[in-house]
Nanobody, 123 residues
Framework: QVQLVESGGGLVQAGGSLRLSCAASRRTLVDYIMTWFRQAPGKEREFVATIVWSSGATNYDDAVKDRFTISRDDAKNTMYLQMNTLKPEDTAVYYC????????????????WGQGAQVTVSS
């Protein structure tokens, strides 16, 4: 069982930055793949970025590549999403999710979810 709690959302102007955090309750996440998804109003939830906890390997959606950085702090059991050069189209509720195996970009394969953090980017 893994409980995930996001924090760090908010309102920012276009071009600004925010950092999201996802704290996990489990003592070790070495067997997990941790991922950020987002859902904009009226749209389906979409993949943003993923990190394989054990190796640190990462993968990004093309829409955020070169602007967002996913990372983890093993000592704190916390995943981060540093978001730079934010655009209005980045406005969404951001969710962190965890699984042990499955398709990285498919949300229904993830077993554990956080409650979501609102990110609003004004133009």
């Amino acid at each position: 069982q893994v409980q995930l709690v996001e924090s760090g959302g908010g309102l920012v102007q276009a071009g600004g930055s925010l950092r999201l955090s996802c704290a996990a309750s489990r003592r070790t996440l070495v067997d997990y793949i941790m991922t950020w998804f987002r859902q904009a109003p009226g749209k389906e939830r979409e993949f943003v970025a993923t990190i394989v906890w054990s190796s640190g390997a990462t993968n990004y959606d093309d829409a955020v590549k070169d602007r967002f950085t996913i990372s983890r702090d093993d000592a704190k059991n916390t995943m981060y999403l540093q978001m730079n050069t934010l655009k209005p189209e980045d406005t969404a509720v951001y969710y962190c999710a965890a699984m042990t195996a499955g398709r990285l970009r498919v949300d229904r394969d993830y077993k554990y979810w956080g409650q979501g953090a609102q990110v609003t980017v004004s133009s």
